[in-house]
């Protein structure tokens, strides 16, 4: 069975911080590159951060900057720092997890990041 839960997600005042988790279970999760994605009501998913199986990381132009992506093999978790948080990065987000050489992937069910007027 193959889990992928999204935790940490809240309302945070504008300019302030929050980490998103992704638990990952059933698979093997070292092998796996890990994404995060936001979708925002009324615009299509977006991909903000990717960290490859070797640790290697890119960003979109939104975040980059303000966001990081890392991840914790032993735990089967992959984080997002997000800091100076603005009202447009108001979104669900979702972790996904891709196996690049065979193109397997699996969707986290989101988390809901509100940042406040």
């Known amino acids: 069975q193959v889990q992928l839960v999204e935790s940490g997600g809240g309302l945070v005042q504008p300019g302030g911080s929050l980490r998103l988790s992704c638990a990952a279970s059933g698979f093997t999760f070292s092998l796996y590159a890990m994404n995060w994605y936001r979708q925002a009501p009324g615009k299509e998913r977006e991909l903000l951060a990717a960290?490859?199986?070797?640790?290697?990381?890119n960003y979109a132009d939104s975040v980059k900057g303000r966001f990081t992506i890392s991840r914790d093999n032993a735990k089967n978790t992959v984080y997002l720092q997000m800091n100076s948080l603005k009202p447009e990065d108001t979104a669900v987000y979702y972790c996904?997890?891709?196996?690049?050489?065979?193109?397997?992937?699996?969707w986290g069910q989101g988390t809901q990041v509100a940042v406040s007027s």
């Open positions: 996904k997890a891709v196996r690049i050489v065979t193109s397997r992937y699996y």
């Open positions: 960290i490859t199986a070797g640790g290697s990381t």
